[in-house]
């Protein structure tokens, strides 16, 4: 069974920085991408961003895009989302999720297998 672990969220203030890290287990796929959503209270989860494993492609939200970089790190079976210049309108729940057999930049919530339990991400004005 795939298991996602988030670690990483906190408290910041406009324009500081956070590193959030999700660790994947229990499957044996080559082939796969590490996507993150955020989801704030009352609304829709949102793509924000997605690493693919094999090729290192990523693709984001115009929303994050230029301040937020996925990658990864193939020793620890990590992925990292770095956010850097961060707004109060990035205050969310952040969710790592993995997308089984596929090696491009999934968007939609749908074509996720397994999900993580979240990390609050909270960027204060």
């Known amino acids: 069974q795939v298991q996602l672990a988030e670690s990483g969220g906190g408290l910041v203030q406009a324009g500081g920085s956070l590193r959030l890290s999700c660790a994947a287990s229990g499957h044996g796929w080559s082939e796969y991408a590490m996507g993150w959503f955020r989801q704030a209270p009352g609304k829709n989860r949102e793509f924000v961003g997605v690493?693919?494993?094999?090729?290192?492609?990523?693709a984001y939200a115009d929303s994050v895009k230029g301040r937020f970089t996925a990658s990864r790190d193939r020793v620890k079976n990590t992925v990292y989302l770095q956010m850097n210049n961060l707004k109060p309108e990035d205050t969310a729940v952040y969710y790592c999720?993995?997308?089984?057999?596929?090696?491009?930049?999934?968007?939609?919530?749908?074509?996720?297998?397994?999900w993580g339990r979240g990390t609050q991400v909270t960027v204060s004005s």
């Open positions: 999720a993995i997308s089984l057999g596929v090696d491009g930049t999934p968007r939609y919530p749908g074509e996720y297998n397994s």
């Open positions: 690493i693919s494993w094999a090729g290192g492609n990523t």
